[in-house]
């Protein structure tokens, strides 16, 4: 089997990012939806980024909330850390997989619909003080 098996699980998880994290895959909307939303709260403080979003009239803005809600609840209860402490680090929309259907048209013929799925991924972290 595999070689020095205990020391590359070490190393694995010697290089493991600590932050809290959440991710959310193949949400329906396309990822370019999804960033003009993400690029308003990147690099702001969990508080006013859960404010912003709360009155953002953007489809993607409450999966983006419920998103970063989640990931400081996982910081909470994982980590000990104190939600006001927070801000977000990273931030980023991947496209996923594309759904691709049919729209009939007129003479037998037919016209492609895509439709588009994100991978959303949020990385918290702790205000230096």
């Known amino acids: 089997m595999a070689t020095r098996m205990k020391e590359k699980a070490a190393k694995r998880l010697q290089n493991k990012d600590t932050r809290p994290m959440a991710q959310a895959k193949y949400i329906r909307m396309s990822p370019f939806k999804v960033r003009q939303v993400i690029d308003i709260v990147r690099g702001r403080g969990y508080s006013e980024a859960v404010a912003i979003l709360a ?29 006001e402490d927070l801000f977000v680090a990273e931030i980023y929309a991947d496209q996923g997989p594309t759904l691709k259907r049919i729209q009939p048209v007129s003479k037998g013929r037919a016209n492609r619909i895509l439709k588009r799925t994100s991978h959303i991924k949020v990385i918290l972290d702790a205000k230096q003080k």
Do not use: D, Y
């Open 55 to 83: 009155n953002t009239p953007r489809a993607a803005a409450p999966v983006v909330k419920k998103l970063i809600e989640s990931a400081a609840a996982n910081a909470e209860h994982n980590l000990n850390m104190v939600r």
